[in-house]
């Protein structure tokens, strides 16, 4: 609950403290004491939209803090947390006004945005009044109202998460049938292009070594000529080593005339002869290397062809048009796998369609004969509120085409204010008076379901009275067994329900001409005071005895 409410420099309050308790807590005072300005102050804390005009004159800035007390399971404590803001102790929500429109929002001391507050903000307090019932403007608002009175967290969460599975599963199908209709069109290349460079079968490094072949074999055919000649001179008819071999024999049959001549001579002799032959055996091997069969070198050139044109045509490397071939394989492969697949995801998809339907239809009816419940409470609340004739209705009705997370329901309060008149929406129907009554009933019995632990009402006692009044206190005091409720009322019946009592009025804080400056003061009341405060507002300016009368009566009967 909301337990201090603390503002300054806003519009016409300077200062302003307010310790507030569990319970029934009034706010009371003359037209015009600051009673708006105080909840519009409040708002602004809770995340309404800024407005420079709200700083009190002569300020650079106005600020407003709220300080609430609450479980640490708290939906407010959870979304904070949410922001990764530390939440021991009690939520402080702050927001400062510049006179320049700029605001700043703070969780807890931390800088957040306004939306973030907002979000926080809307877990904690609910402000009602003629002209101010956000829950029933939106009827998306109404069916949570329902679903909370219904005890339908249950079927809620099951709905949520079929459609959630729902969802994915459609998303994951969707993004499978796009894959497949891409490889379908895609198919008669693939296996086009597969075929092709299976057939190729081209091998790593095969297009350097073709290349390395094809340049050995041309040079080739540029030096054979040369080594042939080589070849000639030293093993055709003219070879110096015959002649060499003859003059070395002649010289070997002398030797016995003059060895020490002949020796060296024969040895050196024999010595070239054996160099000669190597290098005639080396040539010959060169040349036998340097023949090439010409129909091989058009092979190996027909082979480069075909593997450099399949490298530009499928923008690979030569060296990885095996490669390319697997992947078409694999593309094949997938395309086939791909199919089945898709038939297991429409199959689930449908499953999940199924699932979605059945607990939306659970949902449904849940949610209708809670809606039944509901008007039978809210209609019993009438009466005393001068609302007798008057019947709630609450519309549930499949919405066409809805499948969401919330199920297939469009839930909306109507209203028929009078025998014979036209039913209709809420919202539409009821005047400004008639709203307010309508919403009092409606949080008396939603007061432990679905209800912000702090509900704050705003005059929604206008243009009643006697009776009416007294009921309308009575209904607070009774919502304010379950939850906080601050009241600002006219209303003497109601304010003699309160538990606390706080009185707005305005007070001169300087005095002197067109320097003099007012300021709104709030002055929480005891006994003998709070008897005084209704005395005045069952009498006027003037308080007679019988009016005081009439405040201890109300007060004891309160």
């Not at 075929?195 to 073709?210: C, D, P, T, W």
Request: hydrophobic letters at 45%.
């Amino acid at each position: 609950m909301l337990v201090q409410l603390a503002i300054r420099d806003i519009v016409l309050i300077d200062r302003l403290d307010l310790q507030l308790g569990s319970g029934l807590t009034i706010l009371t005072g003359e037209t015009g004491a600051g009673k708006s300005i105080l909840l519009d102050a409040f708002s602004l804390a809770l995340g309404s939209r800024g407005d420079g005009s709200l700083v009190r004159q002569d300020e650079k800035q106005g600020q407003v803090t709220a300080v609430f007390d609450l479980p640490r399971d708290h939906p407010a404590l959870v979304a904070t947390r949410a922001l990764d803001i530390p939440t021991d102790g009690d939520l402080i929500l702050r927001r400062v006004q510049m006179a320049d429109g700029r605001t700043r929002a703070f969780v807890n001391d931390q800088p957040v945005s306004a939306q973030s507050l907002r979000t926080v903000a809307s877990e904690l307090v609910e402000i009602h009044g003629q002209h101010d019932d956000r829950a029933l403007v939106d009827p998306a608002m109404h069916r949570a109202l329902v679903d909370a009175y219904g005890g339908l967290a249950a079927e809620c969460a099951a709905v949520l998460a079929a459609h959630a599975n729902l969802r994915d599963t459609r998303a994951e199908l969707s993004a499978e049938e796009a894959r497949i209709a891409k490889a379908r069109a895609d198919a008669d290349y693939l296996r086009h292009a597969h075929a092709e460079l299976s057939k190729l079968g081209a091998k790593i490094n095969e297009e350097r070594e073709l290349a390395e072949r094809r340049t050995a074999m041309q040079q080739s055919e540029k030096v054979v000529g040369d080594i042939r000649d080589a070849n000639e001179l030293l093993s055709g008819n003219d070879s110096p080593i015959s002649a060499l071999a003859g003059a070395m024999r002649r010289l070997e049959r002398r030797a016995t005339q003059a060895p020490a001549l002949i020796e060296p001579s024969v040895k050196a002799l024999d010595s070239a002869i054996d160099a000669l032959e190597i290098a005639a055996q080396t040539i010959d091997q060169a040349l036998r290397d340097s023949r090439y069969d010409p129909r091989e070198l058009e092979q190996v050139e027909e082979r480069l062809f075909a593997l450099r044109a399949a490298s530009r045509k499928y923008n690979v490397a030569p060296d990885a048009l095996a490669v390319q071939a697997e992947k078409y394989a694999s593309d094949l492969a997938a395309l086939d796998a791909g199919e089945q697949r898709l038939a297991a995801l429409a199959k689930a998809a449908k499953a999940a369609q199924g699932a979605y339907d059945a607990a939306a239809k659970v949902l449904s009816a849940k949610r209708l004969a809670a809606a039944l419940e509901l008007d039978k409470a809210v209609t019993g609340e009438l009466a005393p509120l001068k609302l007798e004739r008057a019947r709630f209705m609450t519309q549930v009705e499949p919405e066409p085409g809805a499948h969401g997370p919330e199920g297939i329901d469009r839930v909306e309060f109507w209203v028929q204010t009078n025998p014979g008149t036209r039913a209709g929406p809420l919202m539409k129907v009821a005047s400004g008076g008639e709203l307010a009554r309508f919403m009092l009933a409606l949080k008396v019995v939603l007061a432990d379901r679905g209800s912000a632990p702090t509900l704050v009402f705003d005059e929604i006692d206008t243009g009643v009275g006697g009776a009416v009044a007294d009921a309308i206190g009575q209904r607070l005091a009774r919502l304010a067994g379950k939850v906080q409720v601050l009241a600002v009322t006219h209303a003497p019946q109601v304010a003699a329900r309160a538990v606390g009592h706080f009185r707005i009025a305005k007070a001169v804080t300087k005095e002197g001409g067109a320097d003099e400056r007012v300021a709104t003061r709030i002055t929480p009341l005891e006994l003998e005071s709070r008897r005084e405060e209704i005395a005045r507002m069952l009498s006027g300016a003037t308080i007679t005895d019988e009016a005081r009368a009439a405040a201890r009566a109300l007060l004891d009967a309160g």
